[in-house]
């Protein structure tokens, strides 16, 4: 009853049928006939489409819509200015509120380079490297001082829950440090800190762990596939594109997400 509800049409004031979401608010009518589902093919309206995606992120689409200043604030969406931005633009684009007013999306476009680029390598992932390093040689020295299994599991779940936060607190990446000290006390541990009592306790648990971890993604990912809809009617456009069939330019589209349809 709801995949009917979506995708059923409405007539416009014009008489024209359209999609039923357009009903939803009264910018949608305008953003259908001019915007969704429209290719875009230019770099400047690349660049507008995925920065507007970037404000959106945790809102509806329609705040986006209802600001009409984001283009003449980012004038025009051109990069190459944008690049050059200064502290004073990014002060000026904090005062306007015809668009979505935040520090970290308002300089997101600014001063953005190669040096930048790797500074934030060299800092999020060699420096999650380095707090793994150092907190899983910490866990390995503790188990090595210990022989209780109960205690040794309770330090590795203490590796891996204040390693993320550590690394998360310190700007750095969380995964890859626990990545890192889990290599080091998986490698390290068995050869002269943890007897076979422990391994055998230790690696159990992180087993079973990982196996209830998977059980739940594929059920996650189960659940996803029972909700999406199938449209048949477009099987023939999926085939054609598949084998290279001429079917236009590659779409991308904006989606009035979260709005109610």
């Known amino acids: 009853m709801g995949h009917e509800k979506l995708s059923a049409t409405i007539f416009g004031p ?36 995925l920065c507007l995606e970037g404000f959106q992120s945790g809102l509806n689409w329609r705040t986006i819509l209802a600001k009409e200043n984001f283009r003449s604030a980012f004038l025009g969406f051109d990069f190459d200015h944008i690049a050059r931005f200064s502290d004073a633009d990014i002060e000026r684009l904090l005062q306007d509120p015809g668009i979505v007013r935040h520090l970290a999306l308002a300089s997101d476009g ?58 998360s607190a310190l700007h750095m990446s969380g995964p890859i440090a626990v990545v890192v000290a889990g290599i080091l006390v998986g490698n390290r541990g068995p050869k002269d800190a943890l007897s076979d009592m422990t391994q055998r306790y ?60």
């Open 14 to 49: 014009d008489g024209q049928p359209r999609c039923r979401w357009c009903a939803a608010a009264p910018e949608f009518l305008p953003y259908h006939d001019t915007e969704w589902g429209f290719p875009v093919d230019d770099d400047h309206r690349l660049f507008e489409k």
């Open 110 to 167: 600014a001063d953005v380079g190669a040096a930048q680029v790797a500074e934030l390598f060299v800092v999020e992932a060699l420096g999650g490297a380095v707090v793994g390093l150092v907190s899983g040689y910490a866990a390995y020295r503790a188990m090595r001082a210990i022989d209780d299994y109960p205690v040794e599991v309770l330090i590795s779940i203490v590796l891996a829950m204040g390693c993320y936060s550590l690394a």
């Open 202 to 261: 230790l690696f159990g648990f992180w087993t079973l762990v990982d196996q209830i971890l998977n059980s739940v993604l594929f059920l996650l990912i189960g659940l996803e596939v029972l909700v999406l809809r199938y449209e048949t009617s477009i099987l023939p456009l999926a085939l054609a594109r598949h084998t290279g069939g001429a079917c236009g330019p590659l779409r991308v589209d904006h989606h009035p997400r979260d709005t109610a349809a």
